[in-house]
Structures are given as C-alpha cells and as structure tokens.
C-alpha cells in the first residue's frame, strides 16, 4: 500500500512544483542554445524534441493512463498478484518496443533528415534522439506505473529530477564541447540514466508487493490492453495535433523559421503554470459532488471554477502578450522579435477559450470520455488543413493561427457536449469584468513597452506595474466572490499570510 505521506493532498504541490520545473528548466534550456547556437541549429534541436515526444507516444501505444487507472484499482482491492504480473508484462513490452522505435529511427533517419531537415547532415541527429526516444518509453510507462501505485510525493518529486536533469545535462555538455551534437548526445544520454531511475525504483517496490493469490482476472494485461487501445488514438491524435505545426514549418520553411516559432510556443506555454494548481484539484472535486448526485452543488463547483480559471490565466496570458517584444528582445535575442505576433494571437485564442479546461474536468468526472477522441482528432484534422494553407503563404504567423485552431475547435466540441451534460455554467457578467481589466493592463504595459529601451529592469517594472493595475481593477470591479475567495483559500498555504490578506482586501 501507498506509504501515509503519499497521499493525494500531499502530493498536488509537488505535481505543480514538477510542472513548474519543466517549464523553468526548458525556458532556460532554450534561453541558453539562442544565445549559444543559431537559429537553424536551435530550430533542429526544437524539431527533434518533436520527433521524440511523437514516436515516444507511438511507442508506447496509449498504456500509460491504462496502468494508472489498472494498477490503482487492482491496488485498492488487494490483487496484487495481478499487479505484479501487469508490471512483469509491461517490462517485457518496454523492451521489445524500444528496441523496436531505435531499429525503426535508425533505418528512416535518412529520409527524415531529408524531408523534415533538407540535409542529410543531420542523419547522426536522429539516429541518437533513437535512443531518447527507447529511454522515452521505459520512463513513460514506468512513471505512469509508480503513479499507480499512489506514490504521489516519489512521482513529483522524480519528475523534479528529470525536468530539471534532462534539460541542463546537454547545456553542461555543449559548454564542454562548443558543438551542437553534444547536446543531442546529452539528451540521448540524460534520457537513458532518467529510464534506468525509473526503472530501479519500480524493480524496489515491485519485489515488496505482497504476495497473495487474490486476483479476479485471469489476465490483467489483455485488460489492460482493451482499456488502453482506444487511448492510443487519442494520444497520437493530440501529441500530433500539438507538434504538427512545427513539422510542417519545418517541411515548407527551414530549420531557422522552426527555431524562432518554437520561442514564442516556450514563452506562450508560461500561463499554463498559472492554471496548473487549479486544474489539479478539478476531478477530485468534481467526481465527489457526481458520486452524490448532487447537480446544484456540481453546477455551482464549474461556475465557481471558471470564473478562477479565467481570473488567473486570462490576465497572465494578457500580461505575456503585451510584453512579448521586450521578452524575445532580453531573453533570445533581436533576431527572435518577430515571434511577438505569434504569442500575441496564441495568447488571445488560449485566453478565450481556457474554459474547455474546466468543461473537460467536469466531462471526465462524469465519465462521458469517448468526446475526446472526437476532440483531439477534429483539432488534429483542423490544425493540419490550416498549416499545409497558412504556413507557406504566412510563415510563423501562419503557424499560429493554425496552433490556435486547435484550442477553438477543441473548446466546440468540448462546449457542446457540456451543454448536452448539463456541465456548462458561464458566469458571463464577471468573464466579461476579467477580460475588462486585462484589456487595460495590456494596452498600458503594450504601449509603454513600445515607446521605451528594452532592458531586463524596466521589464520587472512592467511586470510589477501590470500586477498593481490588475489587482486595482479587480478590486474596483468587485469582481472575486466570496466562495472564490475561500476556494483560493484552499489553494494558498497559511505560510502565505501576506497573499491571503491581499485576497480579503480585493474580495471585500
């Protein structure tokens, strides 16, 4: 059994704090190879990154959140007997489809360096984001395995680990090396001793399973294999969708274009640490008001969560917008200012519609699942039309607004099968008040940014300048509600007695 300290409530700021170091770790990652690296070599290091966490998908074959929801379950009844022949059977596929995606890579990396990188110099590239993409797999289902296995706190607190590991092991090596291949190989190698981590911690639990002949499936893993097949789909469908405009960049542009469009997707995925916390909690909360069949309590809960998923992201995101010119400027470099259009039409799309977040929890929690699959391939479907018209003719920009495609066709579906569920509840007036008082702050922090030097201290001053005129406006709009406010609660420690006494005074 899960030791007490791993529990679900313990283990939630950790799963942030892993998010948060993702994102800190490549933001400095890709910080660090613009100023060491060109354009071009940048753009393929950020296309390899693609190939890797595509074929990693593939290979893996959708059984990552089967082994979640199988081992759980068969965990939280006892059977371990059918755990530990799930975790034997899981190790023997790992093998065998690593071993497979390097033999595959290995043969195609000809023609995708042709096609994809316009020259066979990168063959030896590609050839060694193989071996990343084996160690990929061994990580993937090993992690999903000891997720579980309800060790929260050994999960996030692994994933710290890694973020930050994966990302800084090939910077330490290019600033060795001074080339490029280096920071491949570091990758290649960072990959396999994060697997071999994984796959030590599993090999301990696993031998400490109790041994017990209670088991109420005679195969688990075929099981296992129904569950996760149709998952597969999905998987491939979104990862695609989400890469798909890089590759496509990569096919009618050049490697330089792919390595300024892949900046202003970094920047742009910072209001995603903003949401994370929030969208954590969701299942959880919302599973328990559908156990008890308690609609006016589970409307109430997605109004309320709506209302602070937009109070949260919307501003951020406005705030990322309206300073993204100066960022690109101080943090990659002039040549990657042209970004700034991309982030700002990312940025608009994400925050119109960073409902579908709240929508899709609340889909999940009352188990109506198979939408997904209808999501995720019409964004798929919408993203690639909208690339192969727009990239050629548009360039980067083009690839934004087909990124973008994905988050207002995804949030459709999404929307009207909530509707169809008796999910959806907009709180139309107080949306309208936060989107208000973003504007304003964006406008201000937009022109100031523009008519001023672009420095590192001036951009603090914006962001605190932007924070003050964002709080203002929220408390002269009165627009955080009393159960917001203690939600929020929830969500700030005591330690943090300063924010939380800054909540009381916005909310009174």
Do not use: C
């Amino acid at each position: 059994m899960p030791d007490k300290e791993e529990t679900f409530g313990s283990g939630v700021a950790l799963q942030y704090g892993a998010v948060a170091s993702m994102f800190l770790s490549s933001t400095v990652f890709y910080f660090l190879i613009a100023h060491l690296l060109s354009t071009t070599l940048v753009g393929s290091i950020s296309l390899l990154y693609a190939i890797m966490n595509i074929a990693g998908v593939a290979f893996v074959l959708g059984f990552s959140q089967g082994l979640e929801h199988f081992i759980s379950y068969h965990i939280s009844r006892g059977n371990y007997r059918n755990v530990r022949a799930m975790i034997r059977r899981i190790g023997i596929f790992a093998i065998i489809s690593s071993i497979a995606a390097m033999t595959i890579i290995y043969f195609i990396s000809p023609f995708i360096a042709i096609t994809l990188f316009h020259s066979d110099f990168y063959v030896e590239f590609i050839r060694l984001i193989g071996i990343a993409i084996s160690a990929f797999i061994f990580r993937d289902l090993f992690s999903s395995i000891i997720l579980g296995l309800k060790r929260y706190r050994t999960y996030s607190l692994s994933y710290i680990f890694v973020n930050i590991f994966s990302y800084f092991f090939p910077i330490l090596l290019l600033f060795y090396s001074g080339k490029a291949i280096y920071v491949i190989i570091g990758i290649a190698l960072a990959g396999l001793v994060n697997a071999v981590i994984f796959i030590i911690m599993v090999l301990r639990i696993y031998l400490h399973l109790e041994r017990t002949l209670n088991s109420e499936t005679i195969d688990p893993f075929k099981t296992l294999f129904i569950y996760s097949f149709p998952l597969f789909f999905a998987s491939i469908m979104t990862t695609g969708a989400n890469y798909l405009d890089r590759i496509v960049v990569s096919y009618f542009l050049n490697l330089s274009f792919i390595g300024i469009y892949n900046f202003a997707l970094v920047i742009s995925s910072a209001a995603t640490v903003f949401i994370m916390p929030i969208s954590n909690m969701l299942i959880p909360r919302l599973s328990s008001y559908f156990s008890l069949d308690d609609i006016r309590g589970f409307k109430r809960s997605i109004r309320m969560l709506l209302n602070i998923a937009s109070l949260v992201y919307i501003p951020a995101a406005m705030g990322i917008a309206a300073m993204s010119r100066i960022t690109l400027y101080n943090f990659a470099g002039k040549n990657y200012t042209i970004a700034y259009i991309p982030i700002i039409i990312i940025m608009i799309a994400t925050s119109l519609f960073v409902g579908s977040v709240i929508l899709a929890s609340g889909i999940k929690s009352v188990r109506k699942t198979r939408i997904f699959l209808l999501s995720s391939g019409l964004a798929l479907l919408t993203n690639l039309i909208f690339s192969i018209v727009l990239i050629p003719r548009f360039s980067i920009i083009g690839a934004s607004i087909a990124y973008s495609s994905m988050t207002i066709v995804n949030f459709i579906v999404i929307y009207v099968y909530a509707r169809k569920f008796n999910i959806s509840n907009y709180d139309i007036r107080t949306i309208g008040k936060i989107w208000g008082s973003s504007l304003i702050m964006f406008s201000i922090l937009f022109y100031l940014q523009s008519i001023f030097s672009y420095n590192i201290p001036l951009e603090i001053l914006y962001i605190f300048l932007g924070i003050i005129i964002y709080t203002l406006e929220l408390k002269l709009f009165r627009v955080i509600k009393p159960d917001e406010r203690d939600f929020l609660f929830t969500i700030i420690p005591e330690r943090f007695r300063k924010m939380r006494d800054m909540l009381k005074y916005i909310s009174s």
